[in-house]
């Protein structure tokens, strides 16, 4: 037999000499064929190999006849089997460059067919055609000939077909390349140039590569391949590229049953070959391995590009998500055919997926969907075990373990069925397992847990995680977070079994760390960390209601979405104190948070319209946003205005569906409960009138409104729109105000709103009604009996109407006023029980009214008559004809037997008489600011504080004289008073009427400290939001002053040098060991407030304007002098003063995941180090230790606070203890001692509250039955916070590993601590185990990132029902062996700085 096809290869003319160089160089770096025998091989065209593999395709059926006898035909027709192999390694070789040609190529890939074939003929293994390099480069041809950038970047032109061509286009290469260097020193001009092909081209070599993969499929198909482990890995790595070759393959049939030539697709094919290496007899877990490893990639979105030594992520392009989908369905497949032979494999391709996974939240979410997918095929034993695994996996180091951790729990929890766990079921599993499969150990262990963690991240993923988790449709998912917040201890009977094994394991290790062994399998603990008995429990609303006032903005984006699904799905009550927690949220500092607080309200709103409380709260949150300082927040507030309310405003005729209830219902609760929201409402009608938003078909149907039940909330909206529109029904407007003035019953608020309908209208009636309408108003003006409300609603009303006569109305209100209130002063001195307080009242709110409008109508005895009511020093004659008691001030008021709310009346109206003239402000000025010394009542010494600030706008330079007066009522006995001085002086500095001069400042700062939390909390929202934005050194200016003040210190040459009077002392003093808590209070919240720069700088004037006074003794150091200093040294030790950029916490919560923001955050933080602690060296360190020693001789109780500041130094900078102690080599020693005698008798502490623990629980506790089985405790501490208890208290609960105490409670950082010392608890097995990844220690710097299949073993333990014989065992184990870290706490802190704990 002949073979024509093989006689092309010129195989008789290949010198035996280059053969046997190619074969002895392993078909590596061998010199190249002649190029004349090349040429007359590539003479007949590109199908010369293809001729070949046709001409022995027969030979490869087992069942041909002369398949055994094809090699003695090929030795008999004299054709060499190592020369044929040699050739085909050259064309191979020749098609691997980028500057290949399309011939080289096309050659290369059918050489490289012919290759597979030949290997697929019997006989092939004992004619040594088989060798493992060539079979590489083989299969490496698929990647190597597709063109890798097909955009043309970096390519040179196609070159000609023949072979001198070739050359010259090699040498034009060659000199592309060289200009590309010199133009471009950015590219790396090595790489050779990448040949660009035409479309035509690249199907070609499309085709050629499916045919090369067809081949290699037959060969799969052979025993003796498979069992070479190098083999498969490189095949497996070549299916899984191809997986992802082409783009758009919807549906692809993984069954085996399919003819491999039938096949279309080159993803189609490359999923046939895995499944041919899975469902492989020989060697089946070798190839599991490697292709469960390889899908690894595909599913996580991750590739390594040529030249990279690590994976990377790849782009989410629609080829990648076809590719991930088509690898999970390809796992699923693999798992629905073998079963429990798979189990193994998928057990630790879930945990790999866990662990390649990053912090990015679509790939996040991705992941998530496929490991939950992957776990719902486990049985139910495995995937105990799993969700056992992920509780240990969901307490380390990393965040976007954590992270994902939830994200897995969410897609549990959805895929979850509604059935429980069957008897039967139950029985199969191990004893503890059916818990780890129950919804609630998802919900309350492994999610809400993590609402405590350090980072802040994590924090908010995991409330955002709950408040979507009641969203699912799922009862039980609600029922088990109402187990969380119904009750007040959620703690299980397992839990306080585990906190009993626990504590023994910790006895008996005695460090706390993995001993090396493997875990024991236990029910997953629920870590508590601050009670010493077995009734430890948490309120996990009080934890949300901490997580609203976090300091970072995400996670009180995430608390308030998960309290308005709390309230949404009634897991707890719609009460006004959990509402609060969402509308005070809409005044919170951050605009997101704003905006996020508005929307859950909406949200709720929209869900529960038919709830009071609800809507009260919903108006209380968003109505005040109308008037924030951000425009975005006001946007907002009124696009919600208008999607709930005008939205819904129809024709009374139509049907009123739920919507329009809603609205009318809010409407009229702002005319009722909320009226003190109009302001507000205002200023929403005052924008959308601008806009144009009120038609006069809108504003009719609010007049048709009045006539039903919805009048009083018509009415206000009309007062609010009705000067918007024209063309309106204005005699059914009249026909109400008729039968309102007919009527007995007087509603004020309906009859403000109509009086002031009634002035917009004026100018659109004609005189006749206009006139009879002035009339009316006057007459309703003229007897004063209406409340003040409706008689300020009148006078408004009056002017409108008639602009031009206005002035003659209000001088006859004046003159009716002035008549009734002489007779009321003159009858009142005869018999002072007969006055009528009303009535009074309403002449004296009259009076001031119109006196606005017509000044010239306003002469002394009116002023006279107004001073009669506030004091004795005026008498009216009978006849009327009064003047003022001379023309000098009055110095102040005496008391006169009028009530309070006469005087407190006549104020205000004295205030108002004085806008218009100068010469009575002037006069009365003195006399009003003795009254807030001297004055009993308090609504009268609020009302001047009104009026005094009022003045101050319109008589600037006179009134600030008396500003010391009006702000010395910050500290006034009356709340009411205080809180009205601090709101009226706010806008008075707010609008620059006020400087910060002299006292201000520091009397706003005591504000701060204020008795009563909501003045304090008032004063902090004025101070921060208000006052610091127009001047943000503020705090940073005054702040060292403010230590001088508040202790009261005066022999500073600088400070406190400002004229006080002894009652001002008296009042603003914090002075004394017993107000230190209100001194360091405001101290912190002026430093909470600083930047990095400004704390620097404050540490440095300390030592200037303080600490070298006393050294320098130009400040004595007496009684009042000792108290200064050492709240300095405490001040200097607080936490607050030390830099952002520095402290651990800055970067505990949410460490940067990029390499590039990694090291620039870790080199400025090197620099602001070194500078800082160059700075202590060079100007702090002299200074105090010479103060020290000064202390030292003089024994002064000072040394106290000094050496608590040393010791802060030391724990800050003990590696650098002596450089930084340099001056005092004695004093460093004695410090470090000092630090390690500490850390013993935290550690016996630490021991001795973990034996009372265990003495407690063993009383309280029966002994569990888990503890009879063989089970062993393996413990673990990883510096990560200890996040799986709730503390509920103010202050930071004890855990196993001590901290630093602070100087106060912090709102995150002392509650949001993490235990990530729980590990996963898995079943130890005699046999069974899976082959996984990691080797060494996996939560180390490296593990759980450089984990392969390949690696070491490492500890994953599968459940019993998978038990199979297996010597090659790879266990996965999250533990981390890491040696506990002490933080230290100074002795000398529970000395003097026991107050500011």
């Known amino acids: 037999m002949e073979f024509e096809a093989l006689e092309l290869l010129k195989l008789r003319d290949v010198p035996k000499v280059w053969v046997d160089a190619v074969w002895e160089a392993e078909f590596c770096d061998a010199e190249k064929l002649d190029s004349p025998i090349v040429d007359q091989i590539t003479a007949g065209g590109t199908d010369v190999f293809r001729s070949v593999h046709t001409e022995l395709l027969p030979f490869s059926n087992d069942n041909t006849e002369s398949a055994q006898n094809v090699w003695v035909l090929l030795k008999e027709n004299g054709i060499s089997i190592k020369a044929l192999v040699a050739v085909i390694s050259h064309f191979i070789h020749m098609g691997k460059s980028k500057a290949s040609s399309l011939e080289d190529r096309l050659h290369a890939l059918q050489a490289a067919s012919v290759y597979l074939l030949l290997l697929k003929i019997p006989g092939s293994v004992a004619n040594r055609v088989f060798h493992q390099i060539l079979f590489e480069s083989s299969l490496g041809l698929i990647q190597k000939c597709w063109p890798n950038d097909l955009s043309g970047k970096k390519r040179k032109k196609d070159p000609p077909s023949n072979s001198q061509a070739k050359a010259k286009g090699r040498k034009r290469a060659k000199n592309d390349k060289e200009m590309d260097d010199e133009d471009d020193e950015d590219e790396e001009g090595n790489d050779e140039l990448e040949t660009s092909f035409s479309a035509r081209e690249l199907l070609r070599i499309r085709n050629d590569i499916e045919a090369l993969v067809k081949t290699l499929l037959h060969l799969l198909k052979d025993p003796s391949l498979q069992c070479r482990p190098q083999c498969v890995n490189v095949c497996v790595q070549v299916l899984t590229e191809l997986t992802r070759f082409e783009a758009g393959v919807e549906v692809i049939s993984f069954s085996g049953s399919v003819d491999i030539d039938r096949m279309q697709t080159l993803t189609e094919l490359a999923y046939h070959g895995l499944w041919i290496l899975c469902s492989s007899n020989v060697a089946k877990d070798k190839c599991l391995k490697s292709v469960f490893s390889r899908m690894l990639y595909v599913i996580v979105m991750m590739g390594k590009a040529e030249g990279q030594s690590k994976p990377t992520l790849l782009v989410q392009s629609q080829a990648v998500l076809s590719a991930r989908d088509q690898a999970i369905n390809f796992i699923c497949h693999v798992v629905d055919e073998l079963k429990e032979a798979v189990m193994p494999m998928l057990y630790v391709l879930v945990q790999h997926i866990c662990d390649k996974m990053v912090e990015k939240a679509d790939y996040r979410s991705k ?227 704003k905006k996020k607080a508005m929307q859950c309200l909406t949200d709720l709103l929209l869900a ?297 009346h006549a104020f205000v109206t004295l205030g108002q008489l004085c806008l218009q003239h100068e010469q009575l402000a002037f006069r009365c000025l003195p006399a009003l600011a003795r009254e807030l010394e001297t004055g009993p009542h308090t609504v009268v010494r609020s009302n001047i504080v009104v009026v005094l600030c009022d003045l101050c706008v319109r008589y600037t330079n006179m009134v600030s004289l008396y500003v010391p007066n009006v702000s010395s009522c910050l500290a006034d006995p009356a709340p009411d008073v205080r809180k009205t001085a601090l709101v009226m002086l706010t806008n008075l500095l707010q609008e620059e009427y006020l400087k910060w001069k002299d006292s201000l400042f520091f009397r706003y700062a005591a504000a701060m400290a204020d008795s009563v939390p909501e003045i304090a909390k008032l004063c902090e929202y004025c101070l921060v939001d208000r006052l610091l934005k127009k001047n943000p050194n503020m705090f940073y200016q005054h702040f060292i002053e403010c230590i001088v003040h508040f202790n009261s210190y005066d022999k500073h040459r600088k400070y406190n040098k400002f004229p006080q009077t002894d009652r001002e002392k008296a009042l603003f003093s914090l002075r004394g060991l017993n107000k230190q808590p209100k001194r360091f209070k405001v101290y912190k919240f002026l430093l909470k407030h600083f930047t990095d720069e400004q704390r620097f700088n404050t540490t440095n004037r300390i030592r200037k304007e303080i600490l070298d006074g006393f050294l320098d003794e130009t400040m004595p150091l007496d009684e009042d002098g000792a108290a200064l200093l050492s709240d300095t040294f405490d001040v200097l030790s607080l936490k607050e003063l030390k830099l952002a950029a520095t402290t651990a916490a800055a970067e505990a919560a949410d460490e940067p995941q990029d390499e590039q923001a990694i090291i620039v955050k870790t080199l400025q933080k090197k620099l602001i180090s070194h500078a800082q602690k160059k700075n202590l060296i060079e100007n702090i360190i002299p200074v105090v230790l010479g103060l020290k020693t000064m202390l030292e001789e003089k024994r002064s109780p000072v040394l106290g606070h000094l050496m608590w500041y040393l010791q802060v130094i030391t724990e800050d900078y003990r590696a650098e203890l002596k450089e930084v102690f340099a001056a005092d080599a004695q ?116 593990g759980m990132h450089e984990v392969t299949f390949g690696g070491d073993v490492s500890a994953i333990r599968i459940g019993q029902g998978m038990q199979q014989e297996e010597s090659d065992v790879l266990h996965v184990s999250l533990e981390q062996e890491t040696p506990r870290q002490w933080n230290i706490q100074s002795p000398l802190r529970k000395g003097p700085r026991a107050l500011l704990k």
């Open 608 to 904: 529960c319209s038919d709830r009071v409380l609800v809507q009260e709260g919903w108006l209380r949150g968003v109505v005040v946003t109308l008037m924030d300082t951000e425009s975005s927040v006001q946007e907002k507030g009124l696009e919600l205005l208008d999607q709930v309310l005008l939205q819904h405003i129809r024709d009374p005729k139509h049907y009123a569906d739920t919507n329009q209830r809603l609205a009318w219902d809010l409407l009229k609760m702002l005319c009722d409960q909320c009226a003190d929201l109009g302001c507000y409402f205002r200023r929403a009608f005052h924008t959308w009138s601008r806009q144009n938003k009120f038609s006069a078909a809108f504003v009719n149907t609010l007049i048709k409104h009045t006539k039903t039940d919805n009048a009083a909330a018509a009415w206000m909206m009309l007062a609010r729109v009705a000067g918007a529109a024209p063309g309106l029904d204005y005699q059914t407007i009249l026909d109400e105000w008729d039968n309102l003035r007919q009527s007995r019953e007087v509603k004020v608020e309906t009859t403000c709103h109509i009086l002031s309908v009634l002035g917009d209208i004026g100018q659109h009636l004609n005189d006749y009604t206009r006139e009879k309408v002035i009339e009316d108003v006057m007459g309703l003006l003229r007897g004063c009996a209406m409340p003040t409300d409706v008689i300020h609603a009148g006078i408004e009303a009056l002017c409108r109407l008639d602009k031009e006569e206005n002035r003659r109305h209000c001088a006859e209100l004046v003159s009716i006023c002035q008549k009734y209130l002489s007779n009321a002063v003159l009858r009142a001195k005869a018999s002072p029980e007969d006055m009528d307080t009303k009535m009074v009242v309403s002449h004296l709110y009259t009076l001031g009214k119109a006196s606005l409008l017509c000044p010239e109508k306003v002469g002394d005895p009116v002023f006279a008559l107004v001073l009669s009511f506030v004091t004795t020093a005026v008498e009216l004659q009978p006849d009327g004809d009064n003047a003022l008691p001379g023309s000098q001030p009055l110095s102040q008021f005496k008391q006169t037997p009028m009530p309070s709310t006469v005087r407190a």
């Open 367 to 593: 992941g998530s969907r496929a490991v939950g997918q992957l776990v719902m095929k486990m049985p139910l034993a495995t995937r105990a075990t799993f969700i056992q695994w992920l509780y240990g996996y969901s307490v380390k180091t990393q965040v976007a373990y954590r992270m994902f951790a939830l994200d897995v729990v969410m897609v549990l929890l959805d895929d979850m069925g509604e059935e429980e766990l069957s008897e039967e079921q139950r029985s199969a599993l191990e004893e503890g397992q059916a818990e780890f499969l129950t919804r609630r150990f998802l919900v309350q262990t492994l999610m809400f847990r993590r609402s405590s963690d350090v980072s802040a991240t994590v924090r908010a993923h995991a409330l955002q995680c709950l408040a979507r988790c009641m969203d699912l449709q799922t009862h039980n998912n609600t029922r088990c977070v109402q187990e969380l917040f119904q009750t007040s201890e959620v703690m299980s009977k397992s839990s306080m079994e585990m906190d009993r094994t626990e504590a023994i394991g910790i006895t008996k290790s005695g460090s706390g760390t993995s001993s090396g062994r493997f875990s024991t399998f236990r029910t997953i603990q629920y870590r508590r960390l601050s009670g010493n008995s077995s009734d430890e429990s948490y309120d996990g609303l009080e934890l949300l209601k901490q997580r609203v006032s976090d300091s970072k903005t995400s996670v009180r984006k995430a608390a308030l979405e998960a309290i308005a699904g709390l309230l949404r799905h009634n897991v707890i009550n719609c009460s006004k104190e959990h509402l609060t927690l969402l509308s005070e949220r809409c005044r919170d500092p951050s605009v997101q948070v």
């Open 1227 to 1342: 004093l460093a020693a004695e410090l470090e001692f000092g630090l390690k005698q500490y850390q013993k008798q935290q550690q016996e502490e630490a021991l001795n509250d973990t034996m009372r623990r265990l003495s407690v629980i063993s009383k309280n506790t029966p002994t569990p039955a888990m503890a009879k089985s063989r089970r062993r405790i393996s413990e673990q501490n990883v510096p990560e916070g200890q996040g799986d208890g709730t503390p509920l208290s103010g202050q930071t609960p004890k855990a196993p590993i001590p901290t630093r105490p602070t100087e106060g409670p912090n709102t995150s950082s002392g509650l949001l601590q993490m235990d990530t010392s729980d590990t996963s608890f898995l079943p130890r097995l005699d046999r069974g185990r899976a082959i996984s990844t990691p080797g060494g220690n996996l939560l180390s710097g490296d």
